[in-house]
């Protein structure tokens, strides 16, 4: 009988393992790297907690490494949406109706699994397949993911919480249901947590999941898929459908039963998307809820008053780590000319120690892009700045993709702020500066707020506290997440919601409560303790 009331305390961040020479993690992921290089899997389908093999499989490899394989997985095709979709319904009124309690449960003995016995496993097969360097796959896949999963399950909590003011007589009530149908969530490569939350956040408040798991991240994501099932995840709740993207579209987007699409990725898909849904909006049983974090164009403001060293830090870090493949990473800056001749020597200096290649040699700060396709339309911006009259690559440019996708970290100077790599999100270790006289101060911030379509991340640098509001001010929309003295990449669940709008998302805070509601249908209750029993109204007395 549940008659009592469940109260979690609030989390706190999981804590980031260092990899330091001699210490047990490192010796746990090196071995575990080479165990799953020797040893390629083959990942099924899972539908209603079964797997399914269709025969139609594409290779998993490294894209540091192209030549290795990490194995296969099979590829779901509309019969086999069209299944998940089923499950996903057939499932949805038990998992619906579980007490919180108990699917809360669920996904924090995910997260302990995820950072116990799992954890060199899925760092592991993050840092082969999405080419992340160690402390990337751990911040990534390992600590925000469980920082996910035990956030949300806390904000969870804390809106069923909520519950409106009474009345004499009266006694009104909220109760806080799961939309009326299932959600479907396209997640990308560059984010073994974004995959995890993206499928997770709607099912921890009682909805059931068709998962699109990016082509590029399917072996971190399986795994993780893995440890919602041996955490107690019910058969169907989560449907883990690898498939191609117009299928998903085409099959699962249109079907009169999806109540939510749950996404990160590009703007033009989200857009495409979005059409989609509105051409079939007689269709829906409910209006489906939209949810998107999309592309980035994000920026570093510099104020003549900025530290030299702290800038430098902000711009290679938030350029470079990851190969410049996350949302928020720095790709154009904004540097007065008093400073450009100083900055410029430090980062000739500080982008000439970074090391690039292979994810098993820890001096590496730097890997390979992801794909084929990435490294092609990296290198085609950088084939268009060096031929431009406008532009000059003055370090970097490089690109190689002999063994592995690399490219070399980049910085392009342009002579005009809407150049073209000031303006395209590029998704690469490209980093294009502007320097602006210092009495153009107003009219840099206008072409800073104005040059791109996105508002997602962004940062100044100042110790002009005056300067700080008064460029914070004039970019109040072009960042959801804006820094000051900070690089604008490293948001932390529960400290930094994560969103931008404009053509970046609609800003609905991953790693927050806000995203939560979005997975939420209210039914507002009144019950009267002595009910009416009068029909006329006082005023309809005779004098």
């Known amino acids: 009988m549940n008659n009592a009331y469940f109260e979690l305390k609030f989390p706190e961040n999981e804590p980031v393992k260092g990899y330091m020479p001699g210490s047990p993690e490192r010796a746990a992921i090196k071995a575990e790297l080479e165990r799953q290089l020797a040893n390629p899997v083959e ?5 209603g907690g079964k797997e399914i093999r269709t025969g139609n499989k594409a290779p998993m490899i490294c894209p540091h490494d192209h030549q290795k394989v990490l194995g296969e997985y099979h590829v779901a095709g509309e019969k086999e949406l069209l299944l998940a979709i089923e499950a996903a319904e057939a ?6 109706n579980m007490p919180w309690e108990h699917r809360a449960t669920i996904f924090l003995k995910a997260a302990d699994l995820l950072t116990g016995k799992y954890r060199a496993k899925v760092a592991a097969s993050c840092m082969l397949g999405q080419s992340k360097n160690p402390f990337q ?9 469980a920082d996910f999963l035990r956030f949300n399950t806390y904000y969870a909590q804390e ?8 009345t004499p007589g009266v006694w009104n009530r909220v109760e806080y249901r799961a939309l009326d149908g299932f959600v479907a969530a396209i997640t990308p490569f560059n984010f073994t947590s974004i995959g995890g939350n993206l499928s997770t956040a709607p099912t921890i408040v009682g909805n059931t999941v068709l998962w699109k798991p990016s082509s590029t991240a399917v072996l971190s994501n399986y ?10 995840l019910p058969a169907g709740v989560i449907n883990f459908v690898p498939c191609r993207g117009t299928d998903f579209g085409r099959v699962v987007v249109s079907h009169p039963k999806m109540a939510g699409f749950h996404f990160t990725g590009s703007t033009a898909v989200f857009n495409g998307i979005w059409n989609q849904v509105g051409s079939n909006i007689a269709k829906y049983v409910s209006y489906p809820r939209l949810v998107g974090e999309t592309g980035g164009k994000d920026f570093i403001f510099a104020h003549e008053s900025a530290d030299i060293e702290a800038l430098t830090c902000a711009m290679v870090l938030g350029a470079y780590e990851y190969q410049g493949q996350k949302c928020s990473a720095a790709s154009r800056a904004y540097i007065p000319e008093s400073l450009w001749s100083q900055l410029k020597g430090r980062l000739e200096e500080e982008i000439g120690k970074i090391k690039m290649g292979d994810v098993r040699d820890f001096t590496n700060l730097m890997n390979a892009v992801i794909d084929r396709s990435s490294f092609l339309n990296i290198k085609n911006y950088l084939d268009y700045a060096r031929e431009s009259q406008d532009a000059e690559i003055i370090f970097g440019g490089g690109c190689d993709d002999s063994v592995g996708y690399f490219v070399e970290p980049t910085v392009i100077l342009a002579k005009t702020p809407n150049f073209k790599t000031m303006v395209e999100e590029i998704f690469g270790p490209v980093m ?8 153009k101060l107003e009219e840099t911030l206008k072409a800073c707020d104005t040059a791109t379509i996105y508002g997602l991340t962004g940062a100044v640098f100042a110790q002009d506290r005056a300067a700080v509001i008064k460029i914070a001010k004039a970019l109040d929309h072009a960042a959801g997440n804006f820094y000051i003295n900070d690089k604008p990449t490293g948001a932390v669940v529960g400290q930094q919601p994560f969103g931008g709008s404009r053509a970046s998302g609609t800003n609905d805070k991953a790693g927050s409560a806000i995203n939560l509601y979005r997975w939420i249908s209210q039914r507002a209750i009144k019950e009267a303790m002595v009910p009416r029993t009068v029909v006329n ?3 309809m007395m005779e004098e």
């Open 159 to 166: 809106i069923y919480k909520q519950q409106p003011m009474n």
């Open 432 to 439: 294009t500066v502007y320097v602006y006289p210092n009495d």
């Open 43 to 47: 990942v099924p389908i899972i539908i």
């Open 223 to 232: 795994y993780f898929m893995q440890i919602l099932m041996e955490a107690g």
């Open 91 to 96: 499932a949805r009124e038990e998992w619906e």
């Open 537 to 539: 109204y006082p005023y």
């Open 137 to 145: 796959a751990e911040i990534d896949a390992i600590c925000e993911l």
